[in-house]
């Protein structure tokens, strides 16, 4: 407890925990909204198509620090979701397979990337290798600054279009029937979606941003059936995990933050879980004491 | 033995079973779990590890083949009752057990020869370094035995079990009816794809097994349409890619596994765009020839109402097209 103390005055360590929190909230927020629209695993394969980009930004700019390997890493992850859009809505193959395939194909090129530019020799090139993995302790004030942002406007996008993503999350048949854009609605979302992974993979690497768009979400879908509840939940709940995964990481040398702050968030997915059937069970009784208020017999 | 002739066979050993399974998952849309397993693995690969203190072929891909049966298990015990949808459930499960994975090297690994990026990726370069020697007699490359022994497995459970693969796959009902039991070949085949995935990665690494998981059999799937067609084409075109990719490896002096898993992305974009009938230019060339064959029976209509000797300006009125487009359909059909 000391420690944990200790380590709060640590101004490092609040930088490194204010990230992980600002991140968990973005995911949190976004995420409901890819769980709730089946869309979970496109996070993990754009989250994978963002390295052929990463090492792309790096041979053009020639350095690992700067915008251009955030900027590479949109790129190819946009890209690749084109492309599973494409191939979903043109041919008979369905989501997962396009999804493995451009998971695969698209971090394999990245490989292929990585060792030509360990061929050339470029200086500096070791920092790539933390975007497999993640990377928090390296986040400084600044970066936290710009993820801030990006996470202000995210989330000022989706308060303003609340309605519209609310329809085509849960019924988009209906939402292009009354004349909705929806299209562009999904694009906006998927793009929403690229933004938190390319925010995300600094921190807590390629492998585990998925976690902190599905878990967070999944969490808060067993506690509540109202989306705003859902989306202000699941955004609490994984800046909480953010914060604790960092804090919990701090307080002993040898322990990587990422895949603190994804279990953090599987342990809260696992506490939440008997909350469904509680609230079914809860949701029953009052119904029986309201028909009994009623006089209304029961079955 | 030449280098060259064991990570070309390891490699075809790995594509084999692999594009067989592959061509099922795609059909029963569960290839994401392929790439859970490869990722939920790793803790048992840890475990195993830290039990035996060695990091024995066996034990690895035992510790890791547990956690992949582990991962199935778990994300079917969250779908049911419909707590959390498929998509979602492997994320949650893949992603913990991963952290878990790297939290426990990072914690107790220190001191331990366990390279994550070997786990991760593997690297099939390291094929032919690795034999397998029992009681000091050399029986050549280790990844020749764990991958000959899954193929052998996954090709006898598929000429075996072929009709039942087939029928529980494309109708679950009818093969319940027939008394079929569409849960065991289920679980039968997760199992073998847990094994498989398992085995293929202590060889080739996880990506290039997602990427020998999906890539043949979507290709084949673009291509052909009778089941035990799309089998041998995602075989044959998985095997393809792989030498090709080698090759081109070799040439560039690139990675191995990755450049494999471009040729796949390559071959598959050629039979998306090209396919003879579900590639994108096949399925735009019909839709043209289609809107054709309107516009001519659109014009042959309106020729009948007006009249045989109708010109084109009083067809174009008709049709309120401009002159232009009704003159070249009638300069096609007359």
């Known amino acids: 407890m000391g420690d944990l103390l200790a380590a709060l005055g640590d101004y490092t360590l609040r930088t490194v925990a204010l990230g992980a929190a600002v991140l968990g909230l973005l995911g949190g927020a976004l995420g409901t909204f890819a769980v709730l629209r089946r869309q979970s695993l496109l996070s993990d394969a754009l989250s994978h198509a963002t390295l052929p980009g990463v090492v792309l930004g790096f041979l053009v700019t020639g350095t690992t620090s700067g915008s251009g390997l955030m900027v590479g890493a949109a790129v190819t992850a946009a890209l690749a979701a084109g492309l599973v859009l494409v191939v979903v809505q043109r041919t008979r193959l369905k989501q997962d397979a396009v999804l493995a395939l451009v998971l695969s194909v698209f971090f394999g090129v ?83 979606l690229v933004v938190a992974i390319v925010v995300g993979i600094q921190t807590v690497g390629v492998v585990l941003i998925a976690a902190l768009l599905i878990t967070p979400a999944a969490a808060a879908r067993q506690w509540t059936d109202r989306l705003a509840v859902m989306v202000v939940l699941a955004a609490l709940l994984g800046a909480v995990s953010g914060a604790v995964g960092a804090l919990l ?51 | 033995m030449s280098v060259d002739l064991v990570i070309v066979v390891t490699a075809i050993l790995v594509v084999v079973p692999c594009a067989l399974l ?20 790793l803790p048992g690969i840890v475990l195993a590890f830290f039990l035996t203190g060695s990091l024995g072929p066996l034990t690895a891909v035992a510790g890791a083949a547990v956690f992949g049966l582990l991962t199935v298990v778990l994300v079917d015990l969250l779908q049911r009752g419909g707590r959390v949808r498929g998509d979602a459930a492997i994320g949650i499960v893949f992603t913990g057990l991963f952290a878990l994975g790297v939290l426990l090297i990072a914690r107790y690994g220190g001191n331990v ?162 396919g003879p009938r579900h590639g994108l230019v096949a399925a735009a060339l019909a839709e043209r020839r289609r809107r054709t064959r309107l516009r001519e029976r659109l014009v042959r209509h309106a020729r009948g109402s007006v009249g045989e000797g109708a010109t084109v300006a009083q067809l174009a009125e008709r049709l309120h097209w401009p002159v232009a487009e009704v003159e070249r359909v009638v300069a096609r059909i007359s």
């Open chain 1, 249 to 299: 990481s701090a307080t002993t040398t040898d322990l990587p933050t990422g895949p603190l702050i994804v279990l953090v968030a599987t342990g809260i997915f696992l506490v939440s879980l008997p909350a469904r059937a509680l609230r079914t069970r809860l949701g029953a009784r009052r119904e029986v004491s309201a028909r009994r208020a009623k006089g209304v017999g029961v079955r």
């Open chain 2, 22 to 41: 592959g061509s099922v998952l795609v059909l029963r849309q569960s290839v994401m779990v392929g790439d859970a397993i490869s990722h939920a693995a």
């Open chain 2, 113 to 274: 020869h366990l390279d994550l990026e070997h786990v991760l990726f593997g690297e099939i370069a390291f094929a032919p370094l690795v034999t397998l020697e029992v009681g000091g007699v050399d029986l050549g490359p280790r990844s020749w035995w764990t991958m000959g022994v899954v193929a052998v497995a996954v090709v006898t459970f598929v000429l075996l079990l072929y009709k039942e693969l087939k029928v529980t796959t494309f109708d679950p009902g009818l093969a319940t009816v027939l008394g079929l039991s569409p849960v065991l070949v289920h679980q039968l085949l997760m199992a073998l794809v847990s094994v498989t995935v398992v085995g293929a990665f202590d060889s080739v690494g996880a990506i290039l097994v997602v990427a020998f998981l999906a890539g043949p059999a979507a290709t084949a799937y673009l291509l052909v349409d009778r089941f035990s067609v799309m089998l041998a084409t995602a075989v044959g075109t998985g095997a393809g890619s792989a030498v090709v990719g080698y090759l081109l490896a070799r040439v560039w002096d690139l990675s191995i596994a990755g450049m494999m898993a471009g040729v796949v992305g390559v071959v598959f974009l050629t039979a998306l765009l090209l």
């Open chain 1, 110 to 192: 990245g490989t292929v990337l990585l060792t030509y530019v360990a061929t050339t020799g470029a200086s500096g090139q070791s920092g790539l290798d933390r975007f497999v993995l993640g990377q928090a302790a390296g986040l400084v004030a600044s970066d936290v600054r710009v993820m801030a942002v990006l996470t202000a406007v995210a989330l000022a996008v989706v308060a303003l279009l609340y309605k519209e993503l609310k329809l085509v999350a849960f019924d988009p048949t209906f939402a292009r029937a009354v004349g909705y854009p929806v299209r562009r609605l999904e694009a906006l979302l998927t793009a929403l």
